[in-house]
């Protein structure tokens, strides 16, 4: 196992994510308990030392499966991660309640890091507003009095969403988790997000490596350019190694449902192999060529938001359309729409057609908006 230092920790350059464990029947809430233990055991013996889970994982069972799973050890052998819910916002009223909660159900007096759990559009104004909610200010407290070692924060949203929430609270965070890999790089603005943070001196954290298996495997043709390039690596491996070539990346979490997908990931971390400067044109090349097919070639010239009658930010709008599109659908996307009023959301469009006339990439966005929208229901 590689390690990677963070303040006075050596951690685990791969982190066990508990999102994805093994589960009974298909039923995301019915975890395989005997199985997800067992991996553990392997994870630990093969050095493995930071256990990433949250309050919604698997139904609100990945917390207890996990504290049982690492109550078998000794606390200083493992670092336990959990997160506020701050997604939901019936949650946003009960931070003291679901913490104290977490602490019991994962068998611990102290976590040695916490995040407030995805910072988006949905929630960024509740997660600000410290004076309704006081969010900040009890995990702060919780901090102070030694529940919280390490605070940080995990994010989907847009670059404007990470700048205010870095703006009001930068100075108190310690880490940012955000989903990266070789196709978000830019299509979720990964490489602009890693800058800033780098300003700030916050080192990322990585979820969604793979980009939910997508990445796992690879048209033939692909395969057949990376497998020239290294003979001996796995497909799966690259993504890793892309990580591993970002200097601000610390720790890379893998959702693992299985104990190939753990023994495997093993393997790949057991050593560095960052990624030379053809090998990483090579593989930002593929994701381009991936990330082409199905999606709508909008470079955000911002042209159309002058010619909209209605004030849409449409390349915002085309941005989010390509995410879900992509994606086949998933959270995102919606998240994001939830936080518009109603009358900038796709469905305002008068489908009048002004937009397409000042496009330099000539897209039908009318079609595009009403595509989105029988997308989105």
Not at 292 to 305: E, F, L, R
Request: hydrophobic share 40%.
């Amino acid at each position: 196992m590689i390690y990677r230092d963070f303040q006075d920790l050596k951690l685990s350059a791969l982190g066990f994510g508990a999102m994805r464990l093994p589960v009974i029947d298909g039923d995301d809430s019915r975890i395989d308990e005997e199985t997800a233990l067992r991996m553990v055991d392997i994870a630990m013996e093969n050095g493995i030392n930071y256990y990433d889970t949250a309050w919604g994982y698997h139904g609100e069972n990945s917390e207890l499966v996990i504290g049982k799973a690492l109550a078998r050890y000794p606390r200083d052998k493992f670092y336990v991660t959990t997160k506020f819910p701050g997604y939901d916002p019936s949650n946003w009223g009960k931070v003291e309640e679901i913490f104290n909660r977490q602490l019991e159900k994962l068998q611990v007096e102290y976590f040695d890091f916490y995040l407030f759990h995805n910072v988006c559009e949905m929630n960024i104004d509740a997660y600000l507003d410290d004076e309704k909610y006081g969010i900040y200010s009890y995990l702060m407290e919780q901090k102070k009095n030694g529940r919280i070692r390490h605070l940080g924060f995990s994010c989907h949203g847009s670059m404007d969403v990470l700048k205010r929430f870095l703006d009001a609270y930068g100075k108190d965070m310690e880490f940012c988790q955000l989903q990266l890999n070789y196709l978000d790089w830019t299509f979720q603005n990964g490489k602009e997000k890693v800058a800033l943070l780098d300003e700030w001196n916050i080192p990322v954290w990585v979820m969604e490596a793979l980009r939910g298996g997508k990445l796992a495997s690879l048209a033939p043709e692909d395969e057949k350019t990376l497998k020239a390039l290294r003979p001996d690596e796995e497909i799966p491996a690259w993504a890793f190694r892309f990580l591993q070539s970002i200097p601000s990346v610390t720790m890379i979490l893998s959702g693992m449902s299985n104990e190939e997908q753990l023994r495997k990931n093993l393997q790949t971390f057991s050593e560095d192999r960052k990624l030379d400067e053809k090998e990483m044109s090579a593989l930002l090349g593929i994701a381009d060529k991936m990330l082409s097919v199905g999606t709508v070639p909008c470079t955000a010239c911002h042209y159309c938001v002058s010619h909209c009658p209605q004030g849409l930010d449409i390349p915002h709008l085309l941005a989010l359309y390509n995410e879900h599109v992509y994606t086949g659908g998933g959270f995102i996307a919606p998240m994001a729409l939830s936080a518009l009023p109603e009358d900038k959301l796709p469905q305002a469009c008068l489908q009048c057609g002004s937009c397409m006339t000042v496009c330099p990439q000539q897209i039908r966005i009318p079609d595009v908006l009403a595509d989105f929208v029988s997308k989105i229901g």
